[in-house]
């Protein structure tokens, strides 16, 4: 089934109901996959879809128009779970233009190999398709070097990409079919964010620059992932707003693994600690919560409080790679301190520090190392640690 976002514009995606794993980003929700297209003089479609997928969009295509009938293609993204679908597609439609952007024309010749009749488009550039006229806006990184978005100028629809999305497989397709801003969509978008463009924040001003520069307005936004919005677009604006600018909450986690439960008990104490002095706080084992979730709540907190014990004169293993995976997000504005339990050498709290400092973050405390298992005093320490940690840091 096609839907229609406005006249002659039309949804032709697809449906990823069973996609649980975006490339170690967890989708219990599934996805879609979002393509469009619109009919006018010139008929155009609007980025595709997954590879695999393809035979899906083209026969939601074809309930509207022959697919021969096609003249352009806009490449928005070259991501495969966009562009997957064009070698089949291009073969199928034969348009005689592909849209993109310079590094986008780059990256899909990479990719597919093909001489495509690519026509490169820069920021600002205008294509008419007739009765209407679309507009090209470059967005670099966000989230790959090729990203644009394309606008519509008489809808004032905004074809988004990858900004404002979120990973969720719904027979709606619009915002306004759902209640009234759900939490479990906003944890969806917010969830996306924090996993892909977290990085880019000052990147996300930027964008809200030149569109107020440009003088861009929008009645609906279609991104790539997710629901479109049309009841009230700038809803999802303010939430990249406020996580662009990366302002921290008074908010604290405690993410940590253990071996035989001695850094489990620092971790605990720690969180207690933290309520102790009326904050916000959660305790993430690294084995019970998927990291991707973690990292959705890492997002706007102020202070992350990370323990591991100490194998083999090193981090644990999950420890290392939740390291190695915030690390490449660019967290910003957060204050942070090391705890863990050890046997004989005790380097993990020395190694997580040496993490955090290479984030950038504000170490908040040398940090908390405790032998064997910990006494009653060594917990009492803990607790009233987390207390003054949180008072120091979050303002409480």
């Known amino acids: 089934m096609t839907v229609q976002l406005a006249p002659g514009v039309h949804w032709v995606g697809v449906i990823d109901w069973n996609l649980r794993d975006f490339h170690g980003y967890l989708t219990e929700a599934g996805s879609t996959y979002n393509a469009y297209l619109i009919l006018d003089e010139k008929i155009t479609l609007i980025d ?7 035979p899906e969009m083209l026969a939601r295509v074809a309930e509207i128009v022959d697919l021969e009938k096609i003249d352009y293609i806009v490449s928005n993204h070259v991501e495969m779970d966009h562009s997957g679908g064009l070698p089949e597609t291009m073969a199928r439609v034969k348009p005689e233009k592909v849209f993109c952007s310079p590094q986008g024309k780059a990256g899909l010749s990479r990719h597919y190999k ?6 490169e488009v820069k920021t600002g550039d205008e294509l008419s398709l007739g009765r209407r006229t679309l507009t090209f806006l470059e967005t670099p990184m966000l989230h790959w070097p090729d990203s644009m978005m394309t606008y519509l100028q008489e809808e004032e629809l905004l074809f988004s990409s990858d900004a404002f999305g979120a990973h969720l ?10 209640p009234d801003h ?28 030149k569109i107020a520069k440009i003088g861009l307005s929008f009645k609906i936004i279609a991104p790539d992932h997710g629901l479109i919005y049309r009841r009230d677009p700038a809803w999802v604006l303010s939430l990249y707003q ?26 605990t104490a720690l969180m207690e600690g933290l309520m102790d002095a009326g904050v ?16 959705t709540e890492v997002l706007d907190a102020g202070l992350l409080l990370i323990g591991s014990p100490t194998l083999n004169n090193n981090l644990f293993p999950t420890v290392s790679q939740f390291l190695t995976y915030l690390k490449g997000l660019r967290p910003r504005n957060k204050a942070a301190a ?8 005790g ?27 910990p006494d009653p005093e060594e917990l009492a320490a803990a607790r009233k640690l987390g207390e003054q940690l949180a008072k120091e840091n979050l303002g409480k």
């Not at 595709?48 to 393809?54: A, F, G, I, S």
């Not at 759900?182 to 620059?209: C, R, S, W």
């Not at 662009?244 to 940590?256: F, N, S």
């Not at 916000?280 to 990292?295: F, V």
């Open 182 to 209: 759900p939490e479990d969509y906003a944890h969806q978008l917010k969830k996306y964010y924090a996993n892909i463009l977290m990085p880019y924040g000052p990147l996300v001003t930027q964008l809200f620059d």
């Open 280 to 295: 916000e706080a959660q305790l993430h084992h690294l084995r019970s919560t998927h990291i991707s979730d973690i990292i």
């Open 347 to 373: 380097e993990a709290v020395k190694l997580i520090n040496q993490e955090l400092e290479a984030m950038k973050l504000k170490l908040a405390h040398e940090g908390l190392k405790v032998k064997y298992i």
């Open 169 to 178: 497989a719904s027979s709606e397709r619009f915002d306004d079919r759902l």
């Open 338 to 345: 090391a705890f863990g339990s050890f046997g004989w050498s």
């Open 48 to 54: 595709t879809v997954k590879k695999e997928l393809v």
């Open 242 to 267: 406020k996580w662009a600018a990366a302002v921290p909450e008074a908010k604290a986690l405690v993410i940590y693994d253990t071996m035989w439960h001695s850094t489990e008990m620092l971790a």
């Open 114 to 119: 093909e001489d495509w009749p690519f026509v």
